[in-house]
């Protein structure tokens, strides 16, 4: 097993990425950023990623599709989704089609932090 | 929710009182003057001039009666005359009738002092004074030669001074009476003259005064009436302003008047209140959206903060700068959703004031964005530059973009793309905003029924139909129009348009 986790953090607000590489990569991950929905799909199809961090709500290509998508390329991927005001139904509709978790906007470092560090105990990491 | 809605109707309808009042004080400033009085008046006057005329000839045919019956007397008068002069004459010819003469001029003398009073009024005093001597002097002269027959004196001296005396005053008499006799016939030719005119005289003034009572009375109803039937149509197209004076007194027009007015205010406080419960549905449903935009900026905020927290004594100075200014931006962002949403949904009276269409549309826009992102539509927008401003109430304005931008996302599939088009209209002096889809369009048989209020195809809880009616009533308060065109499965295109130039006339008058 590789020591790092790999992830991709989507989301079109270009501070959410900027603030939370930082605090991804203290904890020991391998972080690749984006906003543009239609470049990280391009890229989900190319790498399997340990862990998918995407908005749900974004222009042209939504979180569903980043799921769907990450689902294909590896089935052990975890995809966490964040959402902004809680859309109930596409909230349910992300948990069925397979996402491993939820954060609801406005979240703290740490929230984060909690959801991967689950997220990387599921896939076998011990101890971030 | 509802409580706003209450307070401001009731607002309404206490300001709506004095309204009231002042309507009620400029009807009792008019004089009272009721149709039924005018029509009473008129036939009075119409029964009037029939009376005038019957009496009139009346009297004319008892005048002329009158007249036909001296004027026998006079001809009896002028017989006796003749008669006695005939006497006379034979008298003198064969010595015979002298008694006859004598009486026929008694009785010409008898018939003149029976209608003395009328001859007098007939020929002159002086002159009815000349026929009674000259009448005395011939039965005088005709008495003197009975005297003389009866004495037998055979005088043929004084017998041929008698006659050329006899002769003389009898054809006095005779011309006279002619002449008294001709004239009253005159006279009674120009009665009957004037008889045979009188109906025609009449008749030319009933026609005269037809047409007076008839134009009076037209002006009196076809004109309130007409005024009436344009105030309907006005007030069927939602112009709720009262209607003008109908008639200058006080009378049943001045009722109906009334009742059309306190009609009009009470539609106008229904529209209010039609307009302010949609908008407060319309507030409900941008609420979500707004809250969910409003994350964006928090989220940002609250990371930047721990951010800066955790790793406040590693960064550098220029970091650190940059995610104060971040905070800024956010916290300013996060003030302008907010202010967005509040100018929209402040209470406020209704004001017109000159408006930039182009920031008024944007800053609908804004507001719809985050629906537009859950039906995942594409809103574009073009905007032709240096408009000239109109004038109008910004929050009702809003609200008519507004639903409009709603009903096109609601219309739209994902990947749905909404045009938003604002330029000059092709009528001069007027401004256009179209909202156009592409999508579900509108069914034909729908198509007549869409501005109706309560008319939606939205399921219950998601539409009151009420957002087209009231966005009708809104743009036609500013004077200017809603048209519609569709394709059924194609696209849907609303064209508002609003006058630039002239001020809407509802805005004056409050
Ligand atoms: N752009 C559009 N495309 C297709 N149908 C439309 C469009 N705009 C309006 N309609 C039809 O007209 C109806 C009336 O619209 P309206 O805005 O008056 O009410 P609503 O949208 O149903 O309710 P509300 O506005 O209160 O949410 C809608 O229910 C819909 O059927
Ligand atoms: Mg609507």
């Given at each position: 097993m590789k020591e790092k986790l790999d992830i991709l953090l989507l989301d079109d607000e270009a501070i959410v990425g900027n603030r939370l590489k930082p605090v991804l990569e203290k904890v020991g991950c391998d972080v690749e950023l984006f906003e543009d929905p239609k470049k990280a799909l391009n890229r989900i199809r190319e790498k399997k990623f340990d862990i998918v961090i995407t908005d749900?709500?974004?222009?042209?290509?939504?979180g569903i599709q980043i799921l769907e998508e990450a689902r294909e390329k590896s089935d052990i991927t975890k995809v966490i989704i964040i959402t902004g005001y809680a859309t109930v139904a596409m909230a349910r509709e992300a948990m069925d089609k397979g996402a491993f978790d939820m954060i609801a906007k406005p979240f703290t470092p740490d929230d984060l932090r909690s959801v991967i560090a689950k997220a990387a105990d599921s896939l076998g990491y011990k101890k971030l | 929710m509802t409580n706003p809605l209450e307070s401001k109707s009731s607002f309404i309808r206490n300001s709506k009182k004095p309204a009231l009042d002042t309507e009620e004080r400029d009807l009792l400033a008019r004089p009272r003057f009721s149709l039924r009085l005018h029509m009473l008046l008129v036939f009075i006057l119409f029964s009037f001039l029939s009376m005038a005329i019957i009496i009139g000839s009346v009297i004319a045919i008892n005048r002329i009666q009158k007249k036909l019956n001296f004027v026998q007397s006079s001809e009896r008068y002028l017989f006796d005359i003749a008669q006695a002069r005939r006497w006379e004459k034979n008298y003198f010819l064969y010595d015979t009738n002298l008694e006859d003469a004598v009486q026929s001029a008694g009785n010409a003398k008898s018939l003149l002092s029976q209608s003395l009073e009328k001859v007098i009024t007939v020929l002159s005093a002086e002159e009815t004074a000349t026929v009674l001597k000259h009448l005395d002097q011939y039965i005088g002269l005709l008495q003197e030669l009975t005297m003389l027959e009866k004495n037998n004196i055979k005088n043929a001296d004084k017998k041929s001074e008698i006659e050329t005396s006899l002769r003389q005053h009898g054809a006095e008499m005779v011309k006279v009476a002619a002449a008294l006799v001709t004239k009253e016939q005159n006279s009674i030719n120009a009665m009957l003259h004037l008889i045979q005119r009188i109906p025609i005289y009449c008749l030319a003034f009933a026609l005269l005064l037809t047409f007076f009572a008839s134009r009076f009375l037209s002006h009196r109803l076809i004109k309130p009436l007409n005024l009436l039937i344009e105030s309907t149509q006005r007030i069927a197209k939602g112009d709720f302003s009262p209607v003008p004076?109908?008639?200058?007194?006080?009378?049943e027009f001045s009722a109906v008047e009334m009742a059309i007015n306190q009609m009009c205010n009470e539609l106008k406080s229904r529209e209010v209140a039609m307009v302010e419960s949609h908008k407060l549905r319309a507030i409900g449903t941008l609420t979500a959206g707004v809250a969910h935009e409003l994350n964006n900026p928090l989220n940002n905020i609250m990371l930047t903060a721990h951010a800066m927290l955790e790793d406040h004594n590693d960064l550098s100075e220029d970091e650190l700068l940059e995610m104060i200014n971040d905070l800024i931006n956010e916290a300013d962002r996060s003030r302008s959703i907010v202010r967005n949403l509040l100018d929209f949904a402040r209470e406020s009276e209704s004001v017109s004031e000159p408006l930039d269409l182009e920031a008024l549309v944007s800053e609908t826009i804004k507001l719809t964005l985050n629906q537009a992102k859950v039906s995942g539509a594409k809103i574009e927008t073009q905007i032709q530059p240096d408009l000239p401003r109109i004038r109008g109430d910004k929050q009702q304005l809003k609200q008519v973009f507004l639903n409009l931008i709603l009903n096109a996302l609601d219309a739209v599939e994902k990947n749905g793309i909404v045009k938003i088009n604002v330029k000059k209209a092709d009528s001069p002096g007027f401004l256009a905003v179209q909202v156009e889809d592409n999508g579900c369009g509108i069914p034909a048989h729908i198509l007549p029924n869409i501005?109706?209020?309560?008319?939606?195809?939205?399921g219950p809880g998601k539409g009151t139909g009420l957002g087209l009616s009231v966005s009708h009533g809104i743009i036609t308060m500013h004077g200017g129009q809603i048209s519609i065109e569709t394709e059924k499965g194609k696209y849907t295109k609303f064209t508002v348009t609003l006058p630039f130039r002239t001020v809407p006339a509802v805005f004056n008058k409050t």
């Open positions: 749900i709500m974004m222009p042209d290509v939504n | 004076p109908l008639c200058k007194y006080r009378g501005f109706d209020p309560f008319f939606t195809t939205k």
